[in-house]
């Protein structure tokens, strides 16, 4: 077996951030919003990742929203798309069996229209039910904030 | 069982220990196998955690994970099945959706090598009609006994009586070390602290839980000395995380006890201050148990996993020499 010090070392080593779920995790991706167009609407997309330790079932996205340069965007507006599906985020709740994966991103449109490259200050809240906590359906309630310029789509 | 000295039981890692550098994508899937061939060789998986395809094992995975255990000469040990009850917002999984659910979870971890499936204890309503398909594949399936549960508790003496009336070795208990607790972690009152929660009312909250006071009561009590709602999660998590049943359990029950469930918080000095583990390693070694023990870390990212699993896995080692 290849086990060595020097290959443990190798992997304790690496430099990559952690953080403590469910305290401090990150949601927005720390990179540009993309000038996007969905559905007859200009507006933005930007990536984002679940703040659990495991694959949630879209019936478990109780909420999402945004707030970009001072709007609010409440789920209604958004469109969420996991793989490559798009899902109006207020319409998940009957959704058991589509999985949006721990380590994947899954990306938001936003209608803002036109916004300037920026930066703009984004604000999510994202609320998610672990589907087993003792005594019913137990929502945890995320926020996260990033200063994000946009970049062409 | 690995051949540790001093220890006549397997140890490994459920690889939920290592969720933050996995999620941060430190390591990868790979990476977190190859980290328990330095651990105790046992590896445990948890389904919608480690598998796209969940609660299939897709062929690729299939492939991934044989060939990283061959290379990394680990063992599979456990795989972490789960009910998910309250999947949908209007109403709980029936018994029918429950089976066709936890099903497919067997199937999956048959295929992958693993001898044991934890089983949440909602999936008692289907454990029954679920025994043929763990027979044919030649899986245990456990309950894991996490707190709030307790061996002491209805909801566990009910799971109990099923084993026993079932009569079947496909069917037995995964322990978490978590219910084995002398007192509730700094990290808990910390965090319950950040909400908010005046130091009287916490002082009262572990006074209950010291008492063995349950859950639900001790909320009732905690509400009226003025425990808001936004401060219930954190208090809860005190119940949640650290229970008070007694490891001479782990004697008594031994011929239900087919895994178990290493979990602690916290190192300090070579010794996990809240949870009874020098009580518990001498239990599991009087009862002969030679099943295998995940380490399941579940402190805070400031900790390198790894790190905090191989302290504990020393302390285990320690207790099991001196406990001879």
């Known amino acids: 077996m290849e086990r060595s010090e020097a290959r443990l070392a190798q992997l304790l080593d690496r430099q990559v951030e952690t953080y403590t779920l469910f305290q401090d995790s990150p949601i927005l991706a720390d990179e540009p919003m993309r000038t996007a167009h969905q559905a007859g609407q200009d507006g933005v997309a930007l990536r984002i990742r679940l703040a659990s330790y495991r694959a949630l079932p879209l019936s478990c996205i109780e909420n999402i929203e945004l707030m970009i340069g001072g709007t609010r965007y409440p789920a209604e507006a958004l469109t969420l798309f996991i793989g490559n599906v798009a899902y109006c985020p207020a319409e998940t709740a009957h959704l058991f069996d589509r999985w949006w994966f721990i380590l994947d991103h899954a990306t938001v449109f936003v209608p803002t229209g036109s916004l300037g490259r920026g930066p703009h200050r984004v604000e999510i809240k994202l609320a998610t039910v672990e589907p087993y906590i003792t005594a019913g359906r137990f929502t945890f309630h995320h926020a996260d904030a990033r200063d994000l310029t946009v970049a062409e789509g | ?324």
């Open chain 2, 1 to 324: 069982m690995t051949p540790e000295q001093n220890l006549p039981f397997g140890l490994g890692v459920a690889l939920h220990s290592f969720t933050a550098e996995y999620v941060a994508l430190k390591w990868s899937f790979e990476d977190l196998i190859e980290l328990t061939g330095y651990l105790g060789g046992g590896v445990e998986i948890t389904g919608p955690a480690h598998h796209r395809g969940y609660p299939h094992v897709t062929i690729e995975f299939e492939r991934t994970f044989k060939s990283a255990v061959e290379r990394f000469g680990v063992t599979p040990t456990c795989y972490g099945s789960y009910a998910d009850p309250f999947t949908l917002p209007a109403r709980n999984r029936t018994p029918d959706e429950l089976f066709e659910f936890i099903g497919p979870q067997l199937e999956g971890a048959a295929r992958l090598g693993f001898p044991v499936v934890r089983l949440q204890f909602f999936s008692h309503v289907v454990a029954e009609r679920l025994l043929p398909i763990a027979e044919r594949l030649n899986l245990k399936m456990g309950y894991e006994l996490h707190a709030p549960l307790t061996f002491e508790s209805s909801t566990v003496q009910m799971l109990m009586e099923q084993i026993e009336r079932l009569g079947s070795p496909h069917l037995g208990l995964i322990p978490d070390c978590g219910i084995f607790a002398s007192s509730v972690s700094d990290g808990h009152l910390d965090r319950a602290r950040g909400a908010g929660v005046p130091d009287a009312v916490i002082q009262q909250a572990l006074q209950l839980w010291s008492e063995g006071i349950e859950l639900a009561q001790a909320l009732e009590t905690l509400r009226a000395s003025g425990l808001s709602e936004q401060q219930v999660a954190p208090v809860e998590m005190f119940w949640g995380s650290f229970g008070r049943s007694d490891p001479a359990n782990l004697v008594t029950h031994k011929d239900k006890i087919i895994h178990m469930h290493g979990k602690f918080f916290t190192m300090v000095d070579g010794e996990e201050p809240n949870l009874r583990y020098r009580d518990i390693v001498g239990a599991l070694v009087a009862s002969g148990y030679d099943g295998w023990l995940s380490s399941e870390y579940e402190g805070g990212a400031s900790v390198n996993s790894f790190n905090a699993c191989r302290e504990q896995q020393s302390m285990i080692r320690s207790y099991a020499a001196g406990s001879k």
